[in-house]
């Protein structure tokens, strides 16, 4: 397992600095395009080191980038960026300042803000390819399968956004980490994992679903056998388990409740107004509403709703986020560029489903095993799958029905290891005669990578596998140089 686990490593800092260097080419080769959005002017001093830095990571720093390194600069000085979790820019801020505070020597805060986030993103986005190794191991009972599962997520089609300033790294690697832990049957662990998850994005609450089914689970096999041998010990143990999942659950919406408290005190509730006032006027007009400041005699809407929520209304209002909001024809280009992400996950739901069945219909807490089987299922239909099957059926009708369509491609492959186990097994399997001819032409090309193997051999895979690795590879090369020059991406 060491030489698997050695290998998703090194592949996953190769994919970091190919793609490093691409962002680098395409952003200094391909101008900038105006799109009119959040782009605040940077206030310190520009000097050599900050030239050197946009040169290398400038591309890194557009469209949501803006507004992390703008949060992790400034805290939260404007209404609109409570749309955006504290996690990520926080601990940006903090390693800036403290691990990385040399770089405060050789450029301006904001440059060394960007080269930590970038910093950051690649460390996390190396541990979450080992976790999601360790957890696909676990699931899929197949160390090799398991091996090319991290490997493709190295690939991954969101992979600008695994290393540009945004929050997927490190919100894959808290999940995955935290799902991992659950196997573990580690709940406590699990639930402080997934409670960082909900500080780190909005959907990080749906991780409750996994304390939740793990333990009903646990009861429902344990009631079987108490039905038999039934004691008082017992009741007492299942109660003890009940109210510590309650606790958990608890524990991973705690993130997400303080954060709106944060930002009613803020904005709704009575304070020393005019202190709040002097950062940020200067860079914003004050009479957009986006740009609200804290503490501003203008009282948000929201601020009088029975449950005050700054991240709906700013969504619903800024954003346009809404069921079936994003239904319009003029985004139908934005449709067809989610669709592969949408039909990759909607087959693997159906894939499963369709093999599963009788445990789909028991919600997977009946049998695990076919009429006729002789031993427990492995791979990508292991019946330890249903419950992250569950995750992502849900996540794709809400990213569907709610969300940009665009963004729904980030938004998944950050969220479930369900789109790398199917990507994996639809891969998996190639014709005898590209094996052959992998071994007779003496080929040396990382002998242990099999997706750089299949990449080689290109002409001899399947045509499947030619769709997945294709469509992977085609929206790393393509979404670099587009988001990293100001156009539309996912």
């Known amino acids: 397992m060491a030489g698997y686990e050695e290998e998703a490593v090194k592949f996953a800092v190769f ?20 799109a009119g959005v959040f782009n605040p002017p940077v206030r310190h001093q520009v000097g050599l080191g900050d030239h050197f830095i946009n040169v290398l990571f400038g591309g890194f720093s557009h469209w949501d980038s803006a507004h992390f390194l703008y949060i992790a600069e400034n ?12 996690l990520f820019p926080t601990t940006v801020k903090t390693v800036s300042e403290t691990v990385l505070f040399p770089l405060h020597f050789f450029m301006n805060g904001h440059s060394a803000l960007l080269v930590t986030a970038v910093a950051v993103n690649v460390l996390f986005f190396v541990a979450a390819t080992v976790v999601l190794f360790k957890l696909s191991i676990m699931t899929l009972h197949d160390r090799q399968l398991a091996l090319r599962t991290a490997l493709l997520f190295c690939v991954n089609p969101a992979g600008i956004f695994m290393s540009a300033a945004y929050s997927e790294s490190l919100f894959a690697f808290v999940s995955f980490y935290g799902m991992l832990a659950m196997e573990r049957k580690q709940y406590l662990p699990a639930a402080l994992l997934f409670a960082l998850s909900s500080t780190t994005r909005s959907n990080g609450i749906v991780n409750c679903g996994f304390v939740v089914f793990f333990t009903t689970k646990e009861l429902v096999s344990r009631l079987r056998l108490f039905l038999m041998e039934f004691s008082l010990q017992d009741v007492l143990m299942m109660m003890v388990k009940l109210v510590s999942t309650v606790c958990y659950v608890l524990a991973i919406l705690a993130p997400f409740v303080a954060f709106q408290y944060h930002a009613y005190y803020l904005y709704c509730s009575d304070f020393e107004r005019e202190k709040a006032l002097l950062l940020w006027h200067p860079l914003f007009p004050t009479d957009n509403e986006e740009y609200l400041p804290p503490g501003s005699t203008t009282i948000p809407p929201w601020c009088n709703w029975t449950v005050p929520s700054a991240y709906s209304y700013i969504q619903d209002s800024f954003w346009e986020v809404g069921f079936l909001r994003y239904y319009q024809l003029k985004q139908i280009p934005n449709f067809v560029l989610a669709a592969p992400m949408i039909a990759l996950c909607g087959s693997a739901v159906y894939s499963y489903c369709r093999v599963n069945w009788s445990l789909c219909r028991t919600l997977g807490l009946g049998a695990e095993r076919k009429e006729g089987d002789e031993k427990p299922r492995t791979g990508f239909n292991s019946p330890q799958v249903f419950v992250y099957i569950a995750h992502l059926g849900f996540l794709l009708l809400f990213g569907v029905t709610n969300m940009h369509i665009q963004v729904v491609t980030r938004f998944l492959a950050s969220s479930s290891p369900v789109i790398y186990w199917y ?11 590209s094996q052959t001819n992998s071994a007779t032409s003496g080929s040396t090309v990382c002998p242990n990578n099999p997706v750089l193997q299949q990449i080689h051999h290109w002409r001899s895979t399947r045509r499947t596998t030619q769709a997945v690795l294709g469509y992977f590879i085609f929206y790393n090369v393509v979404g670099v140089a587009l988001h990293g020059n100001f156009f539309n991406w996912t």
């Open 15 to 34: 994919s970091r600095i190919l793609l490093i260097l691409w962002q680098m080419v395409s952003n200094n080769l391909i101008p900038d395009h105006d």
């Open 75 to 86: 805290g939260y000085t404007i209404q609109k960026h409570f749309a955006f979790f504290p």
């Open 423 to 433: 990507a994996a097994h639809l891969t998996r399997d190639d014709p005898p005669h």
